[in-house]
């Protein structure tokens, strides 16, 4: 099912609901949450998700895990979604708090197909015709493979308390080589060295470390539309070489991947 609302079919006696969603460039989805577990995946562009103790940049191909009554928020940059809405007692392996998967060729072809199940669009399928036989052997296959799914590297950690949350959401939304530990502490009116201690404790990573991650985070959707040079440059990197370095140590695969990811998907 393609474009539809969850809420016309949550109330479906089937475990899991497959809809498929184009989203705007830019495109926000505020605060929410689902009575049921949801798997997000980005079939095409870059999928911003953040909950209250963490930030995902995911790119295409990649996808989210998210349990349900978890309050989330999503940012699209020209995605589209092929999402699988699912009744807890059907995975309760299904993680306690938010993971980003990698998406194998395999899974990411049964999704694909299981965006088309459904003839009216409005209505999940049926139970009652050989069709519907296919529909329910390709949604039981997604169970089995979605289990087998290896997380990828693409958390970044946020504290729960203040001042450090706003400081880390503030940097995530515009990330800034220039930016210092003293000019954090002085944010938030505490000592450099109270500021790292802290911060080290509610993240398990110093200041300076976790703002290296979170720019490489955000190169993931300049990399779909600039060159590794520029991108590095815009991140304060000394050159392309020591970028893809510290970017492939971080992700396990070089920047340009990510360019030939889009490229198929497309």
Known sequence: MRNVSLATLDGSARPVLPIATDYPPGHLLDWH?????????????????????????VPGERAVLIPPRTQHRVRMLDVQTNSLYIEPAAVPWWPARCRAVDVPPLLRELLRAAADLGRSGTEPPGLTDDGDVRAEALLALILIELERVREAPLHLPIPAAPPFAGLCRAYIATPDVAVTNAEWADAANVAERTLSRDFRAATGMSPGA???????????????????????GALGYASPAAFSYAFTSAFGAPPSTLRENQSRAR
């Open 210 to 232: 976790w703002r290296a991650r979170a720019r490489l985070l955000a190169a993931i959707p300049l990399l779909q539309h600039q060159p590794v040079a520029k991108v590095s």
């Open 33 to 57: 949450e689902h009575r049921r577990a949801q798997l997000l995946y980005a079939a095409t562009g870059t999928m911003l998700v953040e909950t209250a103790d963490g930030a995902w940049t």
